[in-house]
């Protein structure tokens, strides 16, 4: 029997509310060290005490809103991972991300006998038990006047224009005020606002109380009329409901040919609890190089692009928090650009869905189908597909824009992309009208790969289809370079044009500039695919490298693109150490200068790389290691979780691979 009796609180540094649990005189509190947290990513330190014959399945619930239902949590920590737990009492601290409600914390009793095998999270591990609950905290929430949050940017289709998207609690008027000068916001505009709702969800778990959370309002505007190539300030909100802090950009400038970039897919977001889905806490390691990057780039326009599978919500919607609010202190900065993925969008019913791609589109959004991504983000162009439901037409599918010297192009792979569709004509219409003597480098980035050597089968079909439809488009029309994302690792190609290395110059031959596809779904999921195995080994895990791969990197990381008129360079940078781990060089001619990877940039940081000096844009990150990296190391945890690199280069050690978990992507 359990006897509850009422809670009991007391004065001090911590408040606190007591149950009571079989043995009727062993009381359980909890205890937080506030009831009100500044802004969001604040922490909370909850204590607790009087566990009586504390166990390692005893776990404390996080819940918002507060009156949830102990199925419904947002996320929960083992009170093992408290130091000292077999006493009965233990602290944790746990930031927390403002969800629009408050918070609450519950401490609950679960025994290895009330494991349930059919209740699982996404690692298949079982979820904890609510039938016991020892204890429940009061209520917790974030002070008022904080402003809006989850502050991000983006370009529109003028060069003179810059769109600011955030979110608040409540559809109240809110206005961007900016300016050339902190203490000058002359400049004022006002956002329109949106929102969507539980209704407007495809599937579960996005519809259903375990995934829903309310998602606040979404604002939207646009910043007219910037001098080119100039540094505003700029803060978003109202007198009445509080004003963000000023944050800085740098205005595109058209008359430059400088192009610089940070470019990855498939990053997600860490929580700081175990949650119902796989987080991905080599995220935080990402945005804190980037960040590292933005620094030591100083007043130099710059945008990030991130290649689909963006939060891996995939249903539970308040990562989709959780993720904007760890990349603010870069999109607050640069231009935050997406395209989408699977993750995004996937669920039974999509429009389209052909025979061939049965083993292709499934379930992967978690019933989302593409709401939260097409208003979250505006991206430039009009884009959009209707879902075939009450929700809003899914949007930011595909579209193009021009900075410095390099045309950007992005499509959609979970949408329609063969000969004759909307999205085809699109794509084909614009890299036929790329102005090359002002744009002489075009960059085209989608979320599933043309080409990868991973012993990823599902999407066999899909990539024929890519092949067949797209990859003439792209040699016709000399794409640069095409990026992808989706398989969890890096991996570089020679020019590629039906499975078929270009000639590049080499033993007397004339050279050909076919795109050099690069494979770049390494910024923090880590599940990782392996790469296919010995036809007469499939057991062992040895993986050869076909001759037209010339580098696979099983390191976390991000890619950085620098151009000018003259030359492009796309640079892998790992997780691990912040440093180059492979180098690809192509001239405005099309011709790829090398193929394989400096000696010197894999031993050395990229300050010491000849390469990059002679780069006159590359250079200007050899201050990184010198200064940016103290100002930004700090800010956030790195987690190590890379593998060796892998080159095509004889000078270098070759290294055998291992499978790290599975083909899930």
Not at 317 to 323: E, K, L, M, V
Not at 436 to 443: E, N, R, Y
Not at 444 to 461: F, L
Not at 543 to 556: H, L
Request: net charge neutral; hydrophobic share 35%.
């Amino acid at each position: 029997m359990v006897t509850f009796l009422k809670p009991i609180t007391f004065l001090c540094s911590f408040l606190t509310i007591t149950l009571f649990f079989v043995p009727t005189h062993q009381k359980v509190t909890i205890s937080l060290n506030t009831t009100t947290l500044p802004k969001s990513g604040d922490a909370v330190l909850i204590q607790w005490s009087g566990i009586a014959d504390p166990s390692s399945l005893d776990w404390l619930g996080i819940y918002s809103p507060s009156t949830s239902s102990h199925a419904d949590f947002v996320g929960y920590v083992f009170l093992k991972s408290s130091p000292g737990w077999e006493s009965g009492s233990g602290r944790v601290s746990v930031p927390l991300v403002n969800l629009r409600s408050n918070y609450s914390f519950r401490i609950f009793r679960w025994t290895e006998s009330e494991i349930n095998p059919k209740k699982r999270d996404h690692d298949r591990n079982p979820l904890p038990g609510t039938r016991h609950l020892l204890a429940e905290s009061p209520e917790l929430g974030f002070g008022p006047g904080r402003g809006p949050e989850q502050i991000h940017l983006a370009y529109t289709d003028r060069e003179d224009e810059m769109r600011v998207m955030f979110v608040t609690g409540d559809g109240g008027e809110r206005r961007m005020r900016y300016g050339e000068r902190r203490d000058a916001l002359g400049e004022v505009a006002v956002a329109r606002v949106g929102r969507y709702e539980r209704e407007d969800m495809c599937d579960a778990p996005a519809n259903e109380s375990v995934g829903w959370r309310d998602p606040g309002f979404i604002h939207d505007g646009v910043m007219r009329n910037l001098k080119k190539g100039v540094k505003y300030y700029y803060q978003v909100g109202s007198d009445s409901k509080g004003w963000s802090a000023i944050h800085s950009f740098m205005s595109r400038n058209g008359d430059s040919d400088e192009t610089i970039a940070f470019m990855f897919g498939d990053m997600g977001a860490a929580t700081p609890y175990t949650t119902f889905i796989r987080t991905q806490e080599e995220s935080l390691s990402t945005v804190k190089w980037i960040l590292r990057d933005i620094e030591a780039l100083g007043d130099k326009p710059a945008f990030v692009s991130h290649i689909g599978d963006i939060s891996y919500a995939r249903g539970y919607a308040w990562i989709w928090d959780q993720f904007f609010n760890q990349i603010e202190p870069i999109a607050s900065r640069v231009p935050y650009h997406v395209c989408i993925g699977n993750h995004e969008y996937d669920w039974p019913l999509q429009p389209w869905k052909p025979d061939w791609s049965w083993s292709i589109y499934g379930k992967d959004g978690g019933g989302e189908c593409g709401v939260p991504y097409s208003l979250r983000f505006n991206m430039p162009g009009n884009s959009s597909e209707p879902t075939g439901t009450r929700a809003p037409a899914t949007r930011n599918l595909y579209y193009s824009f021009d900075m410095g010297s390099v045309h950007f192009v992005y499509l959609s792979t979970e949408t329609n992309f063969l000969q004759g569709s909307k999205q085809y004509e699109f794509i084909k219409r614009d890299l036929e009208s790329v102005n090359q003597s002002k744009t002489p480098f075009v960059v085209v980035q989608g979320h599933r790969p043309m080409y990868t050597t991973s012993n990823e089968i599902r999407d066999a079909p899909i990539r024929e289809k890519m092949l067949k439809h797209l990859e003439p488009l792209f040699v016709k029309n000399n794409v640069t370079l095409a990026l992808w994302g989706h398989v969890h690792r890096y991996e570089r190609f020679c020019p590629l044009n039906n499975f078929t290395c270009g000639s590049q110059g080499r033993n007397g031959l004339n050279w050909k500039g076919y795109p050099v596809h690069v494979v770049i779904g390494m910024a923090g999921q880590d599940w990782q695919p392996i790469w296919k195995p010995r036809p007469d080994h499939t057991d062992v895990p040895i993986f050869p490298q076909p001759k037209q791969s010339m580098y696979r990197g099983g390191e976390f990381g991000y890619t950085r693109l620098i151009a000018t008129k003259e030359k492009l360079t796309l640079s892998y940078v790992g997780n691990h150490d912040g440093k180059v781990h492979d180098v690809v060089e192509v001239l405005a001619s099309g011709e790829v200068l090398n193929s394989g990877i400096s000696r010197d940039i894999v031993d050395g940081d990229i300050s010491q790389s000849k390469t990059m000096h002679d780069h006159g844009v590359e250079s200007t990150f050899s201050f990184f290691v010198k200064g940016a990296s103290i100002l930004v190391l700090g800010a956030f945890i790195g987690y190590v979780l890379g593998f060796i690199s892998h080159a095509r280069k004889g000078a270098l050690p070759r290294n055998n691979w291992t499978p790290v978990k599975s083909e899930e992507t």
